[in-house]
């Protein structure tokens, strides 16, 4: 986690007036949407699941994060990765959780006792894989972007994002770069304002 050097807070009564902020904020920095945009991604566990899934080198830093679904016990997500021109897409999560798979679609990388990986050639294969796995429930998907966050960016601002929040808050949509990131977050319990957190490096 990088120690940011600006940082920016803003709160919406209207979902449409803080949405609109952040695509203002986001310009074309790859983003992260709730997949069920109605009760967000819950983000408590988010930095411990990050955190083991680099100490083990499950998603690596080079990785771009094309969907997450992140907890205090387990993480599945769908990366991209490059192999030279090679481009692919692998769906890491929880053996027990992991549907069964037309082998048409996808390759297996490796079964483990406590995690599957599932490499596909196209995104929408992937996609749908981890949807199978995970329902959508508390899941972040890349939407509305030319390409995924990079997981290294994410890594980096994340934790000095969540450490603003003044409640518990899930997470609506947000986007990361090298040099900064933002995220909005839906309502707290008891409340209905949207809170949009924004922190960077000074340019």
């Given at each position: 986690?990088?120690?940011?050097?600006?940082?920016?807070?803003?709160?919406?009564?209207?979902?449409?007036?803080?949405?609109?902020?952040?695509?203002?904020?986001?310009?074309?920095?790859?983003?992260?949407?709730?997949?069920?945009?109605?009760?967000?991604?819950?983000?408590?566990?988010?930095?411990?699941?990050?955190?083991?899934?680099?100490?083990?080198?499950?998603?690596?830093?080079?990785?771009?994060?094309?969907?997450?679904?992140?907890?205090?016990?387990?993480?599945?997500?769908?990366?991209?990765?490059?192999?030279?021109?090679?481009?692919?897409?692998?769906?890491i999560g929880p053996r027990m959780d992991a549907p069964p798979m037309d082998?048409?679609?996808?390759?297996?990388?490796?079964?483990?006792?406590?995690?599957?990986?599932?490499?596909?050639?196209?995104?929408?294969?992937?996609?749908?894989?981890?949807?199978?796995?995970?329902?959508?429930?508390?899941?972040?998907?890349?939407?509305?972007?030319?390409?995924?966050?990079?997981?290294?960016?994410?890594?980096?601002?994340?934790?000095?994002?969540?450490?603003?929040?003044?409640?518990?808050?899930?997470?609506?949509?947000?986007?990361?770069?090298?040099?900064?990131?933002?995220?909005?977050?839906?309502?707290?319990?008891?409340?209905?304002?949207?809170?949009?957190?924004?922190?960077?490096?000074?340019?």
């Amino acid at each position: 986690m990088t120690t940011p050097q600006t940082l920016s807070v803003r709160t919406f009564v209207d979902r449409a007036d803080g949405l609109s902020h952040f695509m203002r904020c986001a310009g074309e920095a790859p983003r992260l949407l709730a997949f069920d945009d109605a009760i967000g991604c819950p983000v408590e566990n988010a930095l411990p699941a990050l955190e083991w899934t680099a100490a083990v080198g499950i998603i690596l830093d080079d990785d771009l994060l094309h969907a997450s679904r992140l907890t205090s016990e387990t993480a599945a997500a769908v990366v991209e990765r490059r192999n030279g021109e090679r481009r692919s897409y692998v769906y890491i999560g929880p053996r027990m959780d992991a549907p069964p798979m037309d082998h048409a679609e996808g390759a297996l990388l490796f079964d483990e006792p406590g995690v599957k990986a599932v490499e596909f050639r196209q995104r929408a294969h992937a996609i749908a894989h981890f949807l199978r796995a995970t329902a959508g429930s508390g899941a972040l998907v890349s939407l509305l972007s030319q390409r995924a966050p990079e997981v290294r960016h994410v890594r980096r601002w994340l934790g000095a994002i969540i450490q603003e929040l003044d409640l518990p808050r899930p997470l609506f949509v947000g986007w990361f770069a090298a040099s900064a990131a933002g995220c909005l977050f839906c309502p707290a319990d008891g409340e209905d304002s949207y809170r949009y957190i924004e922190v960077g490096l000074e340019s």
